[in-house]
Each structure stands twice: as C-alpha cells, then as structure tokens.
C-alpha cells in the first residue's frame, strides 16, 4: 500500500499545474477514504525533492524585476489572477511538502487530516484561478511570476515548528489581509465569476491559518514551550521582513492568531 508520504512525493514531483492539483485531489480523496473506513493509510517516511517540479512556464522572476500593471485594467486584473494561480499552485506544493518532509515527526493523524484537506483546497484554487484566467482569453504561463516563493520552505526543511510559524501563520495570514480588497477590485470590474472564486479562497484560507496555529500550540505545549515568545523567535530567525499592517484582526481571530502574535513583529521595522 502507498503511504501517505510516498503520494505527498507523487504531487511534488509533478510539474504542470493541472496535473498536479488532480493527483493532488486524488491523493486527498484516498487518505479521506481510508480515514472514514477506519484503515488509515500508513504515513510512512519519504524524501521530498529540495524544489517542486514545476512547469516550464511561468518564467519565475526575482520579485522586483515582475512588472506590476495597474488593478483597473484588464490587464492588471489579469496579472492579479495569474498571481493568485501562482501563489496556489505553491500552496499546493507547501501542503504536501509538510508531510513529506516532516514524517519523522510524531503526530496525530488530525495532523495529516488537516494538511491534505489544505492541500485539496489549494488544488481547487489553483483550478479556480486558472478557470477565471481562461475566461478572460489568458491562462497560468502565459505572464512570468515570482521566483522566490519556495525560500520559506527551504529556510524552514529541518524545523516544523518554523514552517508552521512562517507558512501557515505568516504568508497564509497575509492572504486573509489582502484578499477582501483583490474581491472588490473584480467586484467593481462585474467579473462574477473572480468574485465567487476569491470569495471561496478567502473562506477556505481561514481554516489553514486555524491549521497552522493550531499546531504550533499542539507541538509548543507538548514541549511546555511558550507559544508566542516561540513564535517571535522563529519569524524573526526563518522570515526576512517585517509584517505588513493592515491586518485582518477579525479573520485573524477567527483563525486562533491573536493580536500580540502579530503586531510586535510589524512595529520592528
Ligand atoms: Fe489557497
Ligand atoms: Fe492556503
């Protein structure tokens, strides 16, 4: 029987976008099933890739050299959502690198539960991006993207606690503060179809921040560690800016960040 590790590596090596989010779901489905039957596939140890196979287009970019384009064109609300595409296809690849890359580590199974079912999620909205992007005669490639995106999870291979704190609790939580403003700028332009994608993006995205706190307490508690003053430490240690205000305290809330995790690390800079 393949392990849970063993299908995290299958979505890691696959390259093009859609290929990958369908074996992605999948893999997701099957660990489901196997959950609800009550035979949990075995999680098992893997080798991750250092990098995840990728497409050979987008062309990836150091951040300052991707054109920006102003949101109210057509062609900036284009290169949003080429962003976004991007973004989701390497939350995809983050979800599943987290269980390969820390099966060593002893977890619940609710662990496992919940990083697959981020993964799915992120699957759908790649697709999702990608669906809106065809719609507007355009598609992911087709503009370059950020090459920088998979340094958080190569600064953080060997400690979870430090991915946890950087991806879900930091770069995840940024989405729910920008997400509500990129929804009005396709609701103003009437692209209903954006609008519902992002919608399901910005609902789905709170559970993943909720994820990622939820078990940097677990692992925090279990070696009677203070959660914030751990948190501080390794944003400051894996994370090389400071957080951008405004923040979505609500969301934030909601998803078990609290405002003293947060603002000290914005007020440095
Ligand atoms: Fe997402
Ligand atoms: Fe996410």
Redesign the pocket.
Known sequence: MKTLTECAVEVLQTADGRAKTALSRQHAARWFAARAEGVPLPVGTACPPDRPARPLRPELLAPRDVPRRRPGTPEGRIALLHAVAHIELN?VDL?WDIIARFGHVPMPPGFYDDWVK?AD??SK?FNLMCDCLEALGSHYGALAAHAGMWRAAEDTAEDLLGRLAVV?MVL?AR?LDVTPGMIDVFRRAGDDRAVAALETIYA??VG?VAYGSKWFNFLCGRDNLDPKDVFHGLVRKYFHATLKPPFNDEKRAEAGLPPDFYWPLAEEG
């Open positions: 939350a979800h981020a999620e992120e909205h879900p995840e989405g789905e995205e993943h």
